[in-house]
């Protein structure tokens, strides 16, 4: 089951994510995420894939 690991290109889209968390006022205060944040979750969720 290789899809059990967090690849290194999709851990650094998450640490970008991680990145703008903390510094974003919208993300972490609402349900959900903005624009942002969303696109930042998108671009985590293709690497993942592609791996
Ligand atoms: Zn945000």
């Not at 290194?8 to 006022?25: D, E, G, V």
């Amino acid at each position: 089951m290789p899809d059990t690991f967090i690849r290194p290109t999709a851990q650094a889209s998450y640490n970008a994510y991680l990145a703008h968390i903390r510094q974003c006022r919208e993300c972490p205060a609402g349900p959900d995420r903005c624009a942002a944040g969303q696109e930042l979750v998108r671009v985590y969720l293709t690497d993942v894939r592609k791996g």
